[in-house]
Nanobody, 116 residues
Framework: QVQLVESGGGLVQAGGSLRLSCEAS????????MGWYRQAPGKKRELVAA???????DTADSVKGRFTISSHFAKNTVNLQMNSLKPEDTAVYYC??????????WGQGTQVTVSS
């Protein structure tokens, strides 16, 4: 089992910045990728950004140029730096870990609210 604990959400004005952090514990040997998803009210959960243990990243078009994902797999952490935030970025953000054959893991979610 892997436990994921997120931090860093909150309320910010449009154009502002927030940094989300996620720390994994437990059976971390199984993790081969980590990332962030988000879910806005009435919408499906969507990928925001992900990063593999080799450093390859995948970022949603809607946040490219504004959000940056980084990780320190040795420290079992993944961060999401969010700049130039827009009201449409408002959502619950979930940390995600791909445990391969052991399955996928999710954090409890952290609310990000961007006011106009």
């Amino acid at each position: 089992q892997v436990q994921l604990v997120e931090s860093g959400g909150g309320l910010v004005q449009a154009g502002g910045s927030l940094r989300l952090s996620c720390e994994a514990s437990g059976s971390i040997f199984s993790i081969n990728a980590m990332g962030w998803y988000r879910q806005a009210p009435g919408k499906k959960r969507e990928l925001v950004a992900a990063i593999g243990s080799g450093g390859r990243t995948d970022t949603a078009d809607s946040v490219k140029g504004r959000f940056t994902i980084s990780s320190h797999f040795a420290k079992n952490t993944v961060n999401l730096q969010m700049n130039s935030l827009k009201p449409e970025d408002t959502a619950v953000y979930y940390c995600y870990a791909d445990g391969g054959d052991y399955g996928d893991y999710w954090g409890q979610g952290t609310q990000v609210t961007v006011s106009s």
